[in-house]
């Protein structure tokens, strides 16, 4: 395991794989909720975080952690979806974590992209998450094309909670999760950076190759909208990444 602190304030962890680094995660996870068992916070969907929920369940399975009394905010989903219908990724997020653990339904914010009225739901929903205190811990994936939830590439620092549209990178990236892909909506409803450039602790979670590109561009490169992750750099200590040694292959840190 390789520990890195750079001078913009931020730290990496890398560790050996998926699993080893996810393992760190749930560690930070774990430590927040027992300091503060009302946290507020959220976590990332996609195939990234697949062993982090894994573990999360099992720790919770064995009552290492409770997550009775923590506030969970979703990050992002596609517009006009219900989390019923199987493509949602709320739903996805309450079949692979939340109803794995006892998280309390009551607790349980999702953005709200089925909402017939879209624009002033995100922006109820964004009110919502500031009454609560915003964020105290926001775990995070990256596209490939270096977006944050759906905040794609062009997303400024200061956006919040919207719909956007989503690229034709990223609708390709998520052609693959579903079964009638010609039914996928051209946009999504996503947390702003802003959102999450005001939360206590930020953890970006990155795992393999495919990733290894944008991470180096995201860390290395200017803070730019064009890579939205790299925005991230703007929290200074309160970012921490965790990558496996394949997403972090590309990287010359110094
Ligand atoms: C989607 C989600 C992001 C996620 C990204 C990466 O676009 N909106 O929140 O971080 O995919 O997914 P994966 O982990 O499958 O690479």
Redesign the pocket.
Known sequence: MLEFKHNEGWAITIATDHRTVSALVADVIAEQVAATPNIVWSL??????IPLFDILAARAAREEIDFRNVVFFS??DYLGLHPSDPNS?SGWLQREFLNRVNVQPANVHLIPADDPIPGEAARHYDADLTRCGGFDLVV?????NG????NEPGSEASTRTRVVEMTPE?RE??AGYWNDQFRMPGQ?M?IGMANILEARQIVLLV??S??ATVLAEALTGDISHHVPASILRLAGARLHIFADASAASQLNLN
């Open positions: 990332p969907t996609g195939s990234t975080p990050l992002d990724l995070l994936g990256i596209g490939e977006h944050i939830a759906f990223t990236q998520a999504a996503t795992t393999g495919v990733k």
